[in-house]
């Protein structure tokens, strides 16, 4: 048999090229050529009088200076809408560079094409804008106050959304108690250490525009770049080869610096190369997170939510090219792993002259997780019911699946959860920290120290559609070649996909390779998000795999003159089953897939048309066949699948700094059957890393003008190895009846109820409410003054 | 209008003496990256706080974003690219690295790997307290940083072991 390496923890084909320095991220790509800088707004909100530009052409190695007036053809108009959704009432995206009016600091102004970086930015600096300024509208409060964004968005509502189940004013009205939460979490964002990156070049030869890009969605780049600058999509070819890390960031597309490289590189003939410097990512890429959350739960006297009424603010920034994707993740995932028979939730998605907000890995989830979790914690205070109890009396039960929310999915599609165990769940998490053991061990707190413990859980809708697509290809060689079209930014899709292939077509997981995100290679796909790329192309993939198993087992039994049912692939051979003695090696199937003029290989004359073989009263291809042993495989789902988890831990305060320690951080995750341990490991370590940085260190500190006044890693502060702990996994596995391969996907999980379960240990170890996240040191303290006031 | 002059700058790196024309103001990481092609040093900040363009000038981790290459003439340099040969045998860091699973997107490791190559090459058992010391000033965005502090434990142990 050949062994199996679906499950195992194999160690990455990547690597090899990334360790030794050989790489190829975008700004690797040739450096002789057009290099784009940006003159990019200092203002959150102004109007541009003026631009002169003139002394910028000057300056020796520039190629060309544009404003938004010097734009052509379809580059004046707005960038696409990626997401339009019906209750979207008022979407704005930016222009490619300002038009007349700028709406947050980091806004594309004038853009420079010159020989290298440095020389633009000596160019930069001779160019005068002159701006009008105006009110910047900076946070939520100001978003719902007199200034406007934009002119014509009245009162910067961007959209207004309401979903329900049930009926919740009855339901508040009849339950024994009612309780009120106002909470509120700050923005972040991915920082991925890779920033954007587009490197174009044009071949006037063959009429192909090649495109490089720091992308997790090549394939709606191509469609996007074709469709702004009118040319054929066939003209087009765009591909990500490693991309340093993405976080949903790099899944919004066609950035401005996308269209101008790409648009620069036809006008010029010269390759034309954009890559973000940090302060750039700061200001000019998207944020995420920022949320204000009212929530009135009615219950009973045992715990059991009766109603549930939440009422939210979305701070969207000054666009909204990815819709209000971000705000409805929060609407349908709040609900997580509890029944709520009444539910409604209300939110407003506003404008800001701040960076746009777009997912950022675990995409509103956080919020959704946070507001859901420090609900039924504040409801097991109300009652002194333990919270781990008072979460079992609300769980989903294991035997309630297929469960329907009652809610329409970010997909479009009905929120119904496929499968899962929370009871399980917990219970592990529980076991793993101790749960029961923890007053025993706050009793032996040392002095100066304060402990707590906290629980969360939480639901991720993942691997939704509408689809992917892969394609498997024999070699004659024997190598087996697959592409998926979705690309790959650390996930280690290479490997995984590696894994499924070997073992549905029967051959070693080391003659698979795997190429992703070239539209050279695979013309079709949607993209890497929302936990999607190994339930979507991990399907599609083996899907391929098993057509090309189907015909490859047809064109041995010709050849070994036996029934096709009689015959298995094992270790690359087609054979007799348990007689491996009969049997032909799947690189010579391949070469009898193709009949052949001409040989080119001692093993290619058996195809040749002398050799003798096959019926001569038929066609060499049968109708309904095509030559090449290689298949597309295709998955498109009904709708999502729902990966769960619970994590649990602890803390230590400090009484003097209200420094927040974790001394211990419990993770058990289910995301169905686990293709590769090590790498689903390495995803939630680098998640709950994520989400630690965003429960205590990380925010965008906006000032009330609308600067961003910690826009670099001195005053981000993006944590160290000295903050992050070491995490504690386990895995439950309930299989996805959805998929074949029952998986679900596993990205995003680790970020999601950080923030979550560390205010309920913070509270925890502190005896005030902790509404509001990121937690700093400073705040704790405030908030340790202010509750000690309240309490004398 | 151009006022820049350039030097003429010879760059020792991995043993290879090349000369470069450049002015003075380009960095050693733009110098490595690009007239000399080695682009395994990557840049993510650009303002020396994030340890991806770590390299090793005379055996010690500086960062190459905050390094004139003509300041670092005919100085000993070592980059990622030097630690095994093409298609040889794979430096103990970097064995280590992909032995746990210490990198993901890949674009942090290069700092990571010249970084832990230091490391151990100086003290091959270094204490909890020592790796993380080494490794603080990095920044990984993807990893979480659990397996990168496996990767450098298990680093030192193959090297402890070649020498038995
Ligand atoms: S690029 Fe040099 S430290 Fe970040
Ligand atoms: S592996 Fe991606 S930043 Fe470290």
Redesign the pocket.
């Known amino acids: 048999m050949t062994t199996q390496s679906f499950g195992k923890a194999i160690r990455r084909t990547e690597d090899d090229r990334l360790i030794r320095g050989h790489g190829s991220f975008t700004d690797d790509a040739g450096s002789a050529g057009l290099s784009l800088t940006m003159i990019r707004s200092p203002y959150a909100n102004a109007r541009i009088l003026s631009i002169d530009v003139s002394e910028a052409w000057d300056v020796e190695g520039v190629q060309a200076v544009l404003t938004y007036n010097d734009l052509p053809g379809r580059l004046v108009e707005p960038l696409p809408l990626l997401i339009p959704h019906p209750s979207l009432v008022a979407p704005r995206t930016q222009y490619i560079l300002a038009k007349e009016h700028v709406r947050y600091v980091g806004e594309a102004v004038v853009a420079i094409f010159a020989t290298d970086r440095y020389v633009g930015e000596d160019a930069a600096e001779r160019v005068i804008v002159e701006y009008e300024p105006r009110e910047a509208v900076v946070g939520i409060d100001a978003a719902l106050g007199p200034n406007l964004v934009h002119d014509d968005v009245p009162g910067n509502v961007a959209a207004d959304h309401v979903e329900h189940v049930g009926n919740v004013d009855q339901a508040l009205v009849g339950a024994p108690h009612v309780l009120e939460l106002d909470l509120d979490m700050e923005r972040s964002m991915g920082s991925s250490?890779e920033g954007r990156a587009s490197h174009a070049t044009w071949d006037r030869h063959s009429r192909k525009l090649r495109i490089q890009n720091a992308t997790q969605t090549p394939t709606s780049v191509r469609f996007a770049v074709a469709n702004i600058l009118e040319i054929p999509d066939e003209q087009v070819e765009v591909f990500a080869i490693d991309v340093g890390g993405g976080f949903g960031t790099k899944v919004i597309h066609p950035w401005p610096e996308d269209i101008l490289t790409a648009w620069g590189a036809i006008e010029y003939e010269r390759p034309v190369k954009f890559t973000e410097d940090?302060v750039e990512h700061f200001i000019s890429s998207s944020h995420e997170r920022a949320q204000r959350h009212q929530i009135k739960v009615g219950f009973d006297d045992e715990g059991r939510i009766l109603g549930l009424d939440v009422d939210f603010v979305h701070d969207n920034g000054a666009y909204t090219p990815y819709g209000m994707i971000a705000p409805l993740i929060t609407a349908t995932q709040l609900p997580g792993p509890y029944k709520l028979p009444n539910y409604r939730v209300r939110f407003r998605s506003v404008y800001t002259n701040t960076v746009q907000v777009t997912p950022y890995r675990g995409a509103a989830r956080p919020h959704a997780v946070f507001s859901m979790e420090r609900t039924i914690d504040r409801i097991a205070a109300f009652l002194d019911i333990d919270r781990a109890e008072l979460r079992r009396r609300n769980f989903i039960q294991p035997d309630e699946f297929p469960y329907d929310l009652g809610m329409i999915f970010q997909d479009g599609r009905p929120a119904i959860y496929d499968s899962g165990n929370y009871p399980e769940l917990l219970e592990k998490v529980l076991a793993m920290i101790d749960w029961d053991g923890f007053p025993e061990r706050r009793s032996q707190t040392p002095s100066g120290r304060r402990r707590g413990i906290g629980v969360a859980c939480y639901v991720e809708g993942t691997g939704l559609g509408p689809y992917e697509g892969g394609h498997v290809r024999v070699e004659t060689g024997g190598k087996v070649q697959v592409s998926t079209g979705l690309a790959s930014s650390g996930q280690g899709h290479h490997t995984v996909f590696a894994q499924i292939v070997a073992d549905e077509l029967g051959v070693p997981f080391e003659d698979v390779e795997v190429v992703t995100g070239d539209t050279r290679r695979f013309q079709y796909a949607v993209g890497t998000f929302a936990s999607r790329a190994a339930v979507m192309s991990g399907n599609a993939v083996a899907e391929a795999a098993r057509l090309v198993k189907e015909k490859a087992i047809q064109i041995a039994a010709e050849a070994l003159e036996a029934n096709p049912d009689d015959l298995e692939i094992v270790d690359a051979q087609v054979q007799v089953k348990g007689t491996p003695a009969r049997g032909i090696p799947l690189a010579q199937v391949a070469v009898l897939a193709n009949p052949l003029r001409y040989s080119f290989s001692e093993a290619a004359r058996a195809a040749t048309q002398f050799a003798g073989a096959g019926d001569l009263d038929e066609p060499p291809i049968k109708p309904g066949e095509d030559p090449g042993l290689e298949a597309a495989g295709w998955y498109s789902p009904v709708r999502a699948t729902f990966a769960s988890g619970a994590h649990a831990v602890e803390v230590e305060v400090d009484t003097a700094t209200s420094e927040v320690e974790i001394l211990r951080y419990c993770v058990v995750h289910d995301c169905g059957r686990l293709i590769n341990p090590l790498i689903v490991e390495g995803q939630i370590h680098g998640g709950v890393a994520q989400g630690i940085a965003g429960a205590l260190y990380e925010k965008m500190a906006y000032d009330e003008d609308g600067n961003l006044q910690n826009a670099s890693?001195m005053d981000f502060l993006m944590p160290y190895c000295t903050e992050i702990p070491e995490v504690e996994i386990d895995h439950l596995e309930t299989p996805s009846p959805l998929n074949p391969l029952g998986i679900k996907g596993a990205g995003e999980a680790g970020v999601i109820p950080v923030s979550a379960v560390i205010a309920a240990a913070v509270e925890d170890a502190e005896g005030f409410q902790i509404n509001h996240m990121p937690l700093f040191p400073s705040e704790l303290h405030e908030m340790r003054l202010m509750n000690a006031e309240v309490s004398e | 209008m151009n006022t820049e002059e350039s030097y003429e700058i010879r760059l020792k790196v991995n043993g290879k003496t090349q000369q470069i024309t450049a002015p003075a103001r380009r960095l050693l990481?733009d110098a490595l990256r690009g007239e000399l092609g080695l682009t395994g040093t990557?840049?993510?900040?650009?303002?020396?706080?994030?340890?991806?363009?770590?390299v090793l000038v005379d055996g010690a981790p500086v960062?190459?974003?905050?390094t004139f290459a003509v300041a670092v003439q005919d100085r000993e340099i070592r980059t990622v690219e030097g630690l095994a040969a093409d298609g040889g045998e794979l430096h103990p860091v970097q064995e280590a690295f992909k032995e746990c699973h210490g990198l993901q997107c890949g674009f942090c490791t290069p700092?990571f790997l010249m970084t832990a190559c230091a490391l151990i090459e100086q003290n091959d058992d270094p204490t909890e307290e020592e790796i993380t010391e080494a490794i603080a000033?990095n920044?990984c965005r993807c990893t979480g940083y659990q397996n990168i502090r496996a990767a450098v434990r298990y680093a030192a142990e193959i090297v402890r072991s070649d020498k038995t």
């Open positions: 250490l940090r890693f | 990481s990557h840049v993510g900040c650009e303002h020396g706080v994030c340890g991806c363009c770590t960062r190459s974003c905050l700092g000033g920044l």
